[in-house]
């Protein structure tokens, strides 16, 4: 774990923000220079604090309307093993997320879809005949409020 102070939760925020932002414009912001807020944020990322960086895409903008997460229960009989279902829906498009979880079921999955009928269709023809697939619920994204986490 590595030991944060106020300029390096600051910047982290900023990232959080607008990971396109350049150090200068970061440092500025913040009341450094450019050298040393590049200096803040590749030492960020050695330690793994920042373990990458990626632009986050509108599904509806794109066309895909419909979320819904999926529980996932694994039949008990059968010799499918964890890594058999994860190779197996990692090769699904439009499934967003794959989480392995502790509870009433084995996986939760982030599904995007077009419409309700897409989802059906990758429901039925992906979702369906992974290997030792049991169980399977469906809740429908209403609406979503996202959060800044444990920094913002």
Known sequence: MIALDDADRAILRAL?????QSAGAIGRALGLSQPACWRRI???EEAGAIAGRRIVLDAEALGFGVTVFLGIKLAAR???SLEDFERAV???PEVQVVQHVLGRFD???RVTARDIADFERVLR???MTLPGVGQVEANVLLSEERRPGPLG
């Open 16 to 20: 959080q923000r607008d990971a396109t």
């Open 42 to 44: 590749k030492r960020l």
């Open 78 to 80: 059968g010799r499918v």
């Open 90 to 92: 990692a090769a699904i």
């Open 107 to 109: 996986y939760r999955l």
């Open 125 to 127: 023809r992906r979702i």
